[in-house]
């Protein structure tokens, strides 16, 4: 089982230097899967990876990357996804939270949605995200607040001149997804008087209107301000973080203009989304069948074919370890800010 610091102390995912620490034991140990315990069960069983979000999609596409590779090396007969949409990812959530923990059911769990929605109260979750069987997390990168394409948005000090003659603009998918909390937190950490426009199908939709001048600001994922600015539908302002990230270096983080407890409630923001798409099992899986399968994701993440594939289909891998993963959740649902705690209650109230 292989374990890695936290450079951060506790509380935040840390995804530099994994995938060179999880290639450098499965070098030392080859066969790692089998050798370290019986995996026998595996053999001839099928394995289900569950994807709580249509086919298509960014999750869709890791969960079949993952299970391609994963299943033989866990020594299963197969490994199928089956999709299952449905209250934002809270029904499969809550159907695997109740399955057999028997290692045959997996989902790709959506981490920051599903520790969000557990900390604010939302409506009809029946899950506890420390409990779950950590697998691992295949992909994680920050989010970032972007400004229109050619906006005069440069500082904070702009954005507040903005609030000073009218409401910010700020877009979101809907009510209690993330990049709703993150426009409160902009509205709280800036003091702004803003408009969270909401009713959008997606971040696409969201850097549609962002590009015809209808918001100010939206933040989402890097991946999709990048390629919101490759089409010159945006431009990426800041990081949406408390400290610099050494694998996104040309970005300014908005913890740098804050401190105190504002500083305190964007680190909480930050470490949630950092979890990413990650792999997960209903809670009490027994511990050497949850071994095969931390030890196989772990082989799988470093494997050669997997990784050319995931570059060739344009999916970067970011790993973290399944121990590591669970020891992080449990540090950060059990040490949340009250600042934050608050901000969350109150966008699933809304």
């Not at 979750?125 to 607040?145: K, N, Q, Y």
Request: proline content about 5%; aromatic content about 8%.
């Amino acid at each position: 089982m292989f374990q890695y610091n936290d450079a951060a102390g506790s509380g935040k995912f840390q995804s530099s230097a994994c995938a060179a620490a999880i290639l450098s034991a499965v070098a030392i140990l080859p066969g790692a899967v089998s050798a370290q315990t019986d995996c026998s069960f595996f053999s001839g069983q099928t394995v289900e990876l569950v994807v709580p979000f249509n086919p298509g999609g960014g999750f869709d596409a890791y969960g079949r990357l993952v299970a391609k590779y994963m299943g033989p090396i866990l020594g299963a007969d197969s490994m199928i996804v089956r999709n299952q949409p449905g209250a934002g990812g809270m029904l499969a959530t809550n159907q695997t939270w109740a399955a057999d923990p028997d290692g045959l059911m997996l989902q790709v769990m959506s981490t920051s949605g599903m520790l969000t929605a557990e900390l604010g109260g939302a409506a009809g979750v029946g899950f506890e995200s420390a409990e779950f069987s950590w697998i691992g997390r295949v992909s994680g990168e920050p989010d970032v607040v972007a400004v229109g394409f050619g906006s005069d948005i440069a500082s904070p000090e702009a954005i507040q001149a903005i609030s000073a003659e009218r409401p910010v603009r700020i877009g979101s998918s809907g009510v209690g997804d993330i990049d709703y909390i993150e426009a409160q937190i902009l509205t709280k950490v800036f003091d702004l008087d803003s408009n969270i426009v909401v009713g959008f199908s997606g971040a696409p939709e969201v850097y549609s209107s962002l590009a015809r001048g209808e918001l100010d600001l939206f933040t989402s994922s890097y991946s999709g301000a990048r390629q919101a600015a490759a089409a010159e539908s945006a431009s990426i302002l800041w990081l949406f973080d408390d400290n610099a990230d050494p694998d996104f270096p040309d970005l300014t983080p908005i913890g740098e203009y804050l401190e105190g407890d504002n500083l305190a409630l964007v680190k909480a923001h930050a470490d949630l989304v950092a979890g990413g798409r990650a792999i997960a099992g209903p809670p009490g899986i027994p511990e050497d069948r949850l071994t095969c399968l931390r030890d196989a994701f772990d082989a799988t993440v470093v494997d050669e074919a997997f990784l050319a594939e995931s570059a060739e289909i344009n999916r970067p891998v970011a790993p973290i370890s399944g121990a590591d993963l669970q020891e992080t959740i449990v540090s950060l649902t059990g040490n949340v800010p009250q600042d934050y705690a608050d901000l969350l209650i109150e966008s699933y109230s809304n």
